[in-house]
């Protein structure tokens, strides 16, 4: 499958400066899910901005 990383960077909310997996969606979940996290794009802005990827917080920033 060809990745579609130019049109995924137009809906591309994370805010991280230099990230290498920036609008490589398939590279970006993997990364995350590995660290047990998740990305930036699932949570609200405000709680993106945050970076804090943990799911406590990503539980916190939909609760509000």
Do not use: Q
Not at 38 to 56: H, L, M, N, Q, V
Request: charged share 30%.
């Amino acid at each position: 499958m060809e990745c579609l990383k130019e049109r995924n960077l137009k809906d591309c909310t994370c805010t991280y400066p230099g990230c290498s997996r920036k609008g490589i969606c398939c590279e970006c979940v993997i990364y995350h899910r590995n660290k047990g996290a998740i990305p930036g794009c699932f949570f609200p802005s405000e709680g993106e901005k945050t970076y804090d990827r943990s799911r406590a917080s990503f539980i916190k920033a939909w609760s509000k």
